[in-house]
């Protein structure tokens, strides 16, 4: 069965702090990792990858895909407030078209 | 302006009744997914179409209905059948290859 787990489920840190949040996988013939970041209703887009290796990054984030360990990483450095929110991890399988969602990952940013 | 528009924005639903929430898109998408999120949790996957006229169940289908006889619309319905049917619900959209989903605004459901 595909699955996808992000750990840890939340995370309080204070500002200025740099964050790791986690996603791990099992989908048979992976196509694509993506993150978003949900502060309110509609997840907003972050990353979208596809190739082990290879550093994404976008200011302060940045994510990075590992296809033999068969996770991901995203980084958040120097913290503000505003990164307060749930952020989500999703897998698309290239046999059955799904996209799956891991459980999402908490993240609370203390002034 | 290309977007994906859910309706209605919240809806409530008396026992015993059937409910559709609506999801458009003019990103001439072929793949529309419905997912279901709880408070505090992640996305729970409810049914996917990657083509007009297909569709398949998703991780908690039961009790739940669509149908793709557009590109453009792939409305959801809960039906009685579904017994704790409160939560959000969120349409999403995803061009070919894989790539990014696109996301609409969302419906709030609730049971009176």
């Known amino acids: 069965e595909d699955k996808v787990v992000q750990s840890p489920l939340s995370l309080v840190v204070h500002e200025g702090d740099t964050v790791t949040l986690n996603c791990s996988y099992e989908?048979?013939?992976?196509?694509?990792l993506l993150w978003y970041k949900q502060e309110k209703k509609a997840p907003t887009f972050l990353f979208m990858l596809?190739?082990?290796?290879i550093e994404k990054k976008s200011g302060r984030l940045s994510s990075i895909l590992d296809k033999k360990e068969l996770f991901s990483i995203l980084n958040i450095t120097a913290t503000q407030t505003g990164d307060s929110a749930v952020y989500l991890c999703?897998?698309?399988?290239?046999?059955?078209?799904?996209?799956?969602f891991g459980q999402g990952t908490t993240l609370q940013v203390k002034p | 302006d290309g977007g994906i528009t859910q309706s209605p924005k919240y809806l409530f639903r008396k026992e015993g009744q059937n409910v559709t929430l609506s999801c458009e898109q003019n990103?001439?998408?072929?793949?529309m997914y419905w997912y279901r999120q709880d408070p505090g949790q992640g996305l729970r996957l409810i049914y996917y179409?990657?083509?007009?006229?297909?569709?398949q169940k998703g991780d908690i289908a039961e009790g739940y209905s669509v149908s793709r006889e557009k590109k453009e619309s792939f409305p959801l319905t809960v039906t009685s059948a579904q017994k704790n049917p409160t939560a959000f619900y969120l349409c999403?959209?995803?061009?070919?290859?894989?790539?990014?989903?696109?996301f609409g605004s969302g419906t709030q459901l609730s049971v009176l």
């Open positions: 596809t190739s082990s290796g």
């Open positions: 990103l001439n998408h072929d793949a």
């Open positions: 999403a959209s995803q061009g070919q290859g894989g790539g990014k989903l696109f």
């Open positions: 999703a897998v698309t399988s290239s046999n059955t078209g799904k996209l799956i």
């Open positions: 179409s990657q083509i007009v006229n297909d569709f």
């Open positions: 989908v048979t013939n992976f196509r694509s």
